[in-house]
């Protein structure tokens, strides 16, 4: 008997509306994954919710001067109806600020508590005096002090992916004033994770098939040693800390967070009318727990909240977190606050869900960061979807509409060709579902799509427009295996177009219910009635691309500030003459580069300054292949003081610009190394 299955997807932050860069991250993929699931007839719940605690809840609360329910409610709403039109199909989607969350997450925090999991510490927190509050992590910023990056925030890294407390911030400052805080005392409950760091290393090492980059972001973390982390904040939107002494405080909201997964299921046994079923999914050793997220979650789901399930005893863990990497769009970094996005319910005003669901199905972000343009957009809509399935289906149909009284042909003494033709379907399926089965999303699309294409194909081989007259035995053959293609199709392709699929399925007179073990190259029985329909896929014009282009350019125009274009960095403050004079600035040469083990932002380069050769750590590996780089011309911070990197010790600091769509070039330099810049 197969495991029951409960997979889960990253609860949006209802804060505002959702666009591409989250569809690809969490919610495509997760969506693809369990509509396969359900065809092959799994016992699967698919839950989501919104996270309606946490700092950007109260940011974006203080900006339009309401309360932060009014913003939870509004996003709720708003983002629940738009994964609904985008055919995202949760068995239900929450809200962590329901009874039932609230009381879950308490629960689960005393019995942690009660068992002596936590330890109090009084010690100095960041605390702005204009605001007259204590600042949690998302409220400071600063310069990460292991990249550099000067928007890092107070809790994680988002350019080297570092996770930091906001002490440890270089120049913090406030995001509520952008004062410089001070520093005050405060008692909280912490988690001691390097108690626990062993227990969760040996539950790790029997984790299989979890995606390198997952696993790598884990294990580099664990290298450099866990360390205590606040399970409370000074906060007062959040759910109630439930222990005396604490009760003007609140969860930390990645503890409660997570949690929203399990109080959703408790909302959906209710609404199923068996108010103890989550416990099927959640307190059974017989399930597969399957967490889809992005990248910037990781640490959360695949260390602090199975660390927290693993010391309270009565859940499950995670049988997979195949987390993705960012999209960015048009060849830049996405950007909410400079306005370079597309907002998934503007699109769905002007094109179809299963347009998107198939592009970004195809560019999904599994091991690296991809991009999203609108010419891709058109490109693949128009030579994939019209010009192989969309052509091959309307070719099948209209023909045996025509000239076989649009009913099924039979098939009498098959050529090699026609075997060979329907045994691709048996193929075809075994191999789409060895991609799904192993989150393989992008290779399980190409590979559907490879079926339409050996269709297309085998139909203008065989020639029916010629064999109708010259061997009708030979064309019906023809027309019935097209059909036995179509039929597959219409299954196979059903998690990534569900409306289209279903649409082809009831021209083809096949069942709605119909599963994956059924799809085979006889699902089409002889005489039945086959309707010629409509074309499936329009083509995108010009246009279109172009409307949608301009209206990015203008967004991000409008959203610019201070005179700035929203392509540029505002100018930092000025400093003295004497203070640039006191940097040391030297020409130097890369003579060898290397990627360092367990961190996927940084490269360990050996630099050639003319007097000397040093080793410099540089978190420039997203953006350079290290074999590349080597005889590049640098300028290089030679008077930097040393720091330990990764375990490396870095001796100085490569220059760097960053282009306006986040991309990292060299500056360089024709001076010979050691040549002083000045």
């Given amino acids: 008997m197969s495991k029951k299955l409960l997979v889960t997807s990253a609860l949006p932050y209802a804060n505002g509306p959702i666009h591409l860069g989250h569809i690809a991250g969490a919610y495509l993929p997760a969506d693809l994954f369990v509509r396969y699931k359900r065809l092959k007839n799994a016992d699967v719940v698919y839950i989501c919710g919104s996270d309606e605690h946490g ?3 109260t940011i974006a609360a203080e900006k339009e001067g309401v309360a932060p329910q009014d913003i939870v409610d509004k996003f709720h709403e708003m983002n629940k109806r738009v994964f609904e039109k985008f055919k995202i199909s949760f068995d239900y989607y929450g809200r962590t600020s329901s009874d039932v969350h609230r009381e879950t997450s308490q629960e689960i925090f005393k019995k942690l508590y009660e068992k002596g999991i936590f330890t109090k510490k009084v010690e100095e927190q960041l605390y702005d005096e204009e605001a007259d509050m204590f600042l949690p992590d998302r409220y400071v910023k600063g310069t990460c002090p292991s990249c550099g990056y000067e928007e890092a925030y107070g809790d994680q890294c988002e ?5 930091l407390s906001p002490t440890e911030l270089i120049d913090p400052r406030s995001a509520l004033t952008g004062n410089k805080p001070i520093t005050k005392k405060t008692e909280h409950l912490y988690l001691p994770m390097g108690d626990y760091q062993q227990e969760l290393e040996e539950w790790l090492d029997t984790r299989e098939n979890w995606k390198p980059n997952v696993m790598g972001q884990v294990k580099s973390w664990l ?8 399970m409370t904040r000074d906060l ?3 759910v109630p800390v439930p222990v005396e002494g604490f009760e003007d405080k609140v969860l930390y909201v990645w503890f409660d967070a997570p949690i929203g997964y399990i109080s959703a299921t408790k909302e959906w046994a209710r609404q199923q009318g068996d108010p103890e079923r989550w416990k099927a999914y959640w307190q059974d050793e017989e399930v597969e727990l399957v967490h889809f997220i992005g990248k910037d979650n990781i640490v959360f789901h695949c260390i602090i909240f199975p660390m927290l399930l693993m010391q309270h005893g009565d859940y499950v863990l ?3 977190v195949p987390a993705n990497e960012f999209l960015n769009l048009e060849g830049k970094k996405l950007s909410t606050s400079r306005g370079w996005a597309v907002w998934l319910n503007e699109y769905l005003e002007e094109f179809e869900a299963d347009l998107l669901r198939y592009v970004l199905g195809t560019i999904l972000p599994e091991t690296k960061d991809s991009d999203f343009s609108w010419s891709d957009f058109q490109t693949k809509v128009n030579s ?11 070719r099948t149909t209209s023909f ?7 009913t099924v042909p039979a098939l009498t003494d098959p050529s090699p060709k026609d075997r060979e033709a329907l045994d691709q379907i048996e193929q075809h399926k075994k191999s789409i579902a060895e991609k799904y089965e192993h989150y393989k999303i992008r290779e399980a699309i190409a590979e559907t799509l490879n079926l339409a294409r050996v269709g297309n194909k085998y139909f203008t081989e065989m020639e029916p427009w010629k064999t109708r007259k010259e061997d009708p035995r030979a064309c019906a053959n023809t027309l019935h295996v097209c059909l036995q293609i179509s039929a597959a ?9 569900p409306g289209k699929m279903a649409q082809l399925r009831n021209q083809l007179g096949l069942p709605e219910d119909i599963g994956w073990d059924a799809v085979n190259d006889q699902l089409m029985e002889v005489g039945k009635a086959v309707e010629q329909g409509e074309i499936l896929f329009q083509k995108i014009e010009d246009e279109q691309i172009e409307q949608q282009l301009q209206k990015l350019k203008d967004r991000a125009a409008e959203m610019s500030e201070d005179g700035q274009t929203a392509d540029y960095e505002p100018l930092k403050d000025e400093i003295e003459f004497d203070d640039f004079t006191a940097i040391d600035i030297r020409a130097g040469k890369i003579v060898e580069a290397r990627p360092i083990e367990k961190a996927d932002k940084l490269l360990r380069l050996t630099v050639d300054l003319g007097f000397e050769t040093r080793t410099i750590v540089s978190g420039i590996a997203p953006d350079f292949d290290p074999e590349e780089i080597v005889g590049q011309k640098v300028c290089v911070v030679a008077n930097l003081a040393p720091k330990a990197l990764m375990g490396v010790e870095s001796n100085g600091m490569i220059l760097m610009a960053e282009t306006a769509d986040g991309r990292l070039r060299f500056v360089e330099t024709d001076a010979e190394p050691g040549s002083p810049i000045t």
Avoid at 159 to 163: K, L
Avoid at 223 to 230: I, M, V
Wanted: glycine share 10%; with cysteine; proline share 6%.
């Fill in 384 to 394: 994939e979807l019209a010009d192989v399935l969309g052509n091959f289906i309307f």
């Fill in 55 to 57: 700092v950007p809840i």
């Fill in 159 to 163: 350019q080297c992916g570092t996770s």
């Fill in 489 to 497: 199709l219409s299954v196979l392709f059903h998690p990534v177009l």
């Fill in 400 to 406: 045996t509409s025509k000239y076989f009284d649009g």
């Fill in 318 to 320: 995670p049988e997979n």
């Fill in 236 to 238: 007062t939107w959040g």
């Fill in 223 to 230: 290298n450099d040693g866990l360390s205590d982390r606040a």
